[in-house]
């Protein structure tokens, strides 16, 4: 079985506390986003809660022990017992980058495996298996954009639709520690109704990424892009997540070719 896993920008980010489980409290809005990697699972002969695992695409750092993937893999296995599989992983989605690629590999791990083994596990505890592996990777048992709080396990579907705009993903190959991130950001309440502003046109959007004051400091080359995608004509442009990818909204589809040759650069 092979599936596409997505990723997501942020549609404002705000950070409204610090929880007493030493994660931050969030405010924001998920939109996901026709980029995928590509996850296959195949089961082999051999023990019960054998797994290998391969991968191509772009390098993965870290141990394989870490990866998503194998955590939810291992999660299941633990719970209901699973047969032994072969995993490969192609990675297209940039990691460190604010596109939550890795959760959602490990979301849509969860997916492929309840399906292919017939688990029946029921919606809200797949959200709470998601939320055992990551704080992003809940809103990716869902199939559409998400009014996301709590730690980001707290989602209510938001009805948007950009299909009609080209959006622009740029990620300038710098790699965002989320922990050093979260250091520079300020806590505190997101601004009232905030969130009305994403039914008007995004030409009318004024809503903010907390990161980017920080993480922009930080690396320049982030208000660079920004800069770019406003000359080339986009209506709106913030960075996702804690960084370092940056996106721009665009009523016309733009001409992307030669612009950021030193990037990862996709229209969607």
Same mark, same amino acid.
């Given at each position: 079985m092979i599936v596409f896993p997505p990723c997501k920008i942020n549609l404002g980010l705000y950070i409204t506390g610090q929880r007493a489980d030493g994660f931050h409290a969030i405010s924001s809005v998920f939109y996901p986003i026709p980029l995928c990697d590509a996850l296959e699972v195949v089961p082999m002969d051999g023990e019960d809660g054998t797994r290998i695992f391969s991968s191509s695409g772009l390098l993965i750092p870290g141990k394989e022990s870490s990866n998503l993937v194998i955590r939810a893999y *291992?999660?299941?296995? +633990?719970?209901y017992g699973l047969p032994a599989v072969k995993i490969h992983l192609h990675k297209v989605i940039p990691m460190g980058a604010g596109l939550g690629g890795g959760s959602s590999d490990g979301a849509w791990m969860l997916r492929i495996l309840n399906d292919l083994f017939q688990l029946h596990i029921p919606f809200e505890e797949r959200i709470r298996l998601a939320a055992h592996l990551g704080? *992003?990777?809940?809103?990716?048992?869902?199939? %559409?954009?998400? *009014?996301?709080? %709590?730690? %980001?396990?707290?989602?209510?579907?938001?009805?948007?639709?950009l299909k009609s705009y080209s959006i622009w993903i740029v990620n300038p190959g710098i790699h965002v520690s989320t922990a050093q991130a979260f250091q520079h950001v300020p806590v505190q309440p997101a601004p009232e109704n905030w969130k009305a502003q994403l039914l008007l046109s995004p030409e009318n959007w004024s809503v903010e990424n907390a990161f980017e004051k920080g993480?922009? +400091? +930080?690396?320049?080359?982030?208000?660079?892009v920004k800069n770019t995608l406003l000359q080339k004509g986009a209506v709106y442009v913030s960075m996702t997540g804690s960084g370092s990818s940056v996106y721009g909204i665009f009523k016309n589809k733009p001409a992307i070719d030669g612009i950021f040759p030193r990037y990862f650069s996709v229209l969607v």
């Open positions: *291992d999660l299941l296995h +633990a719970i704080s *992003d990777c809940p809103f990716f048992i869902y199939d %559409g954009p998400c *009014d996301v709080s %709590g730690r %980001g396990e707290v989602l209510i579907p938001f009805e948007l639709d993480v922009g +400091a +930080a690396h320049p080359e982030i208000q660079e």
